[in-house]
């Protein structure tokens, strides 16, 4: 079955950056556009970047243009999550899933990411 599992999450100062990881399995990886979504305490998850099956095109979310990118390595079925110049506001649970919409596709368990002084 579809397996996807994050890693890479952790407490970091603002300012500071972290590389999240989702390792696929259990589909064909290639074949599939993939994203990030994330939920902050007491909000709704939202999307935070998207990526096609090839890599070809992405889309982010306004408030992380610039600083965060969204990549994948198909041969690896692994896609990452570059986040740079990180922002309290950032602090949530990072999940990857298959596909863009929330509607549908499979979701991981989520990664912890923690932006604090």
């Known amino acids: 079955q579809v397996q996807l599992v994050e890693s890479g999450g952790g407490l970091v100062q603002p300012g500071g950056f972290l590389r999240l990881s989702c390792a696929a399995s259990?589909?064909?990886?290639?074949?599939?556009?993939m994203s990030w979504y994330r939920q902050a305490p007491g909000k709704e998850r939202e999307l935070v970047a998207g990526i096609t099956s090839t890599g070809g095109d992405t889309t982010y979310a306004e408030s992380v243009k610039g600083r965060f990118t969204i990549s994948r390595d198909n041969a690896k079925n692994t896609m990452y999550l570059q986040m740079n110049s990180l922002k309290l506001e950032d602090t949530a649970v990072y999940y990857c899933?298959?596909?863009?919409?929330?509607?549908?596709?499979?979701w991981g368990q989520g990664t912890q990411v923690t932006v604090s002084s």
């Open positions: 259990g589909f064909t990886f290639s074949s599939i556009g």
């Open positions: 899933k298959t596909g863009w919409s929330s509607s549908s596709g499979s």
